[in-house]
């Protein structure tokens, strides 16, 4: 059953602050299944070890870097990053990239947090940060309970 | 942040999928007046005149319109509102629409001093993903056939000195660039030798690489030594924060954490007492009703007493009651924990102004001030 704009927590989350200027169309066009959210805790996961991995290596501007990267909007947004753009351009770009995409729902979904993991690495964001912004995207109660298993973790 | 851009876009323009896709022919068109824009600013943006010729002979009304907005030189600010007078923006216009963003968007960038090839990436970003990839792959094959050569020149400074130390932390580097932005960046490594700019031109890639030596050109015709010397130091700042900056936040919020565990903040409570006393009787009562006794006993504790006495006025007598048990049974909370109370339940309220069935277009009527009050305070780190 797709989940309408509102209707759930997750949507809490997501539109923190920005969600005082939501959009019904933008809303359609994001409202997914919650069978489909249940995939976007691993792409969140591959997004973190990417980062991860561009943290220890650093990102070689060469060609074929990225090439091996299936997710075209994640390949894009790195290559652009590769080439020294500031965060504040990137996000200019990658804002017009989602608002004329024409995908719709979880995949949709997917693009904005790959959006905004590609804007996290370009500011050389911790994991933490990262995650807090990209944990939303799967609804509040998931993005609480793994901040605060991540933090316990911490602890110990 | 990037989502409350886009939800912007989405309110000031609609939705982008509703023109419908331009046939291949049309947009091969549009790409080629890309380029061609590319090229024309590249080799007349000083020349107006050539900008008002260029502005004649274009067929396209978006594309007249942009040459001659920069060939007046004006400012980037009016840009948008000559674009809207056009009607180009409009609901009657809805067909060109993105087109019309496009060369907006590529207009305003070129008033603001942006460079042209990131101007370009910006343009063809409106073309969706694909186009966007395979014109990016275009602009690394052009800079290929650039000229632009740098001569021997050097500024002595904190940065000329420190730059091959600077050079074994690549990663490091390369976050300062982006965090500096090209054009700071450029100005600092123009007062660096041949031989270093040559590493550093190596950590980006070949389109980010002929941005910074075009600037570094400009930087040293415009810039007088000591300016560079300025920028070298802005730039070395900001390398070394990048160093010390994510330690010194561990150990501020760590010993903030230790030392105020339980101190309220008293902008918090300002911020989310004028939130309660602003929403109206009907909505916030809907929302209290979507809350569980121990969300409210939490909100309470981020509220000034006027804002108490509201909010248990909208409540039964027996949840007030079963609201301050809570409350007594409730340990001191940080105040990290209170921001996100607060925040939890100003997303509730935003919920509750939500019609259940929005129709396109439709943006929520929430009153001026209280959309300012909710956005700061869901803003807050």
Redesign the interface.
């Known amino acids: 059953m797709p989940v309408r ?2 209707s759930s927590p997750w ?19 994001i409202a997914c299944t919650r069978q489909e959210m249940e995939t976007l805790p691993p792409y969140i996961d591959h997004l973190v070890e990417v980062s991860r991995t561009l ?1 220890h290596s ?2 070689q ?1 060469t ?1 074929d870097q990225f090439a091996s990267e299936k997710d ?2 994640l ?2 947004g790195l ?11 990137l ?12 995908l719709k729902g979880i995949e949709f979904l997917r693009q ?1 947090v790959a ?2 993991a590609v ?1 996290s690495i ?3 964001e ?1 994991e933490d940060m990262m995650l807090r912004k990209l944990l939303p995207y799967c609804g ?1 109660d998931k993005a609480l309970t793994a901040m605060t298993k991540r933090k316990s973790e911490h602890a110990d | 942040m990037l989502i409350e851009r886009l939800a912007q876009m989405y309110v000031h323009w609609g939705n982008a999928g509703q023109t419908g896709e331009p046939g291949r022919r049309k947009k091969d068109q549009s790409v080629l007046a890309v380029h061609q824009f590319l090229e024309v600013i590249e080799n007349t943006a000083e020349d107006r005149k050539a900008l008002f010729t260029q502005s004649q002979q274009s067929r396209r009304k978006a594309t007249k319109l942009a040459y001659l907005l920069l060939a007046s030189e004006t400012e980037p600010a009016a840009i948008h509102d000559a674009f809207r007078r056009s009607g180009l923006l409009s609901g009657g216009q809805r067909s060109n629409k993105p087109e019309a963003l496009l060369w907006l968007a590529g207009t305003e960038a070129i008033a603001r001093g942006i460079h042209p090839y990131i101007v370009f990436l910006i343009m063809s970003s409106y073309f969706g993903l694909e186009t966007a990839e395979s014109e990016f792959r275009w602009l690394q094959e052009r800079t290929k056939a650039s000229s632009t050569k740098l001569e021997e020149y050097i500024v002595p400074g904190d940065l000329t000195d420190t730059i091959e130390e600077a050079l074994k932390e690549p990663e490091r580097l390369q976050r300062t660039i982006r965090v500096a932005g090209m054009p700071l960046s450029a100005s600092a490594f123009a007062g660096c030798s041949l031989y270093y700019i040559e590493k550093i031109l190596a950590l980006v890639g070949p389109v980010g690489a002929l941005i910074l030596t075009e600037m570094m050109v400009s930087a040293r015709k415009r810039l007088v030594s000591d300016e560079i010397s300025t920028a070298q130091q802005a730039f070395l700042d900001l390398f070394t924060q990048e160093e010390t900056e994510p330690e010194m936040a561990e150990e501020e919020t760590g010993a903030g954490e230790q030392a105020l565990p339980n101190l309220p903040d008293p902008e918090l409570i300002q911020t989310t007492t004028n939130i309660v006393m602003d929403a109206e009787a009907k909505i916030l009562k809907a929302t209290l009703s979507a809350m569980s006794d121990s969300e409210i006993a939490s909100l309470l504790r981020c509220l000034e007493a006027i804002a108490h006495e509201r909010l248990l006025n909208l409540i039964s007598p027996g949840r007030q009651k079963r609201v301050l048990m809570v409350i007594q049974k409730t340990e001191n909370v940080t105040s990290g924990q209170m921001l996100r109370d607060a925040q939890l339940f100003a997303q509730k309220l935003l919920a509750t102004y939500a019609p259940k069935n929005l129709k396109p277009g439709v943006t929520l009527s929430i009153p001026e001030k209280l959309r300012g009050l909710i956005s700061y305070l869901l803003g807050r780190e």
């Open positions: 704009p509102f949507l809490y989350a997501l539109y923190y602050r920005q969600m005082i200027y939501w959009n019904a169309d933008l809303a359609a066009k943290g650093g990102i501007p060609a075209a909007f390949r894009y290559l652009l990053v590769s080439e020294g753009l500031a965060g504040e351009i996000e200019e770009i990658l804002s017009v990239l989602l608002y004329v995409s024409g904005c959006a905004e804007l370009a500011n050389g911790d509040i």
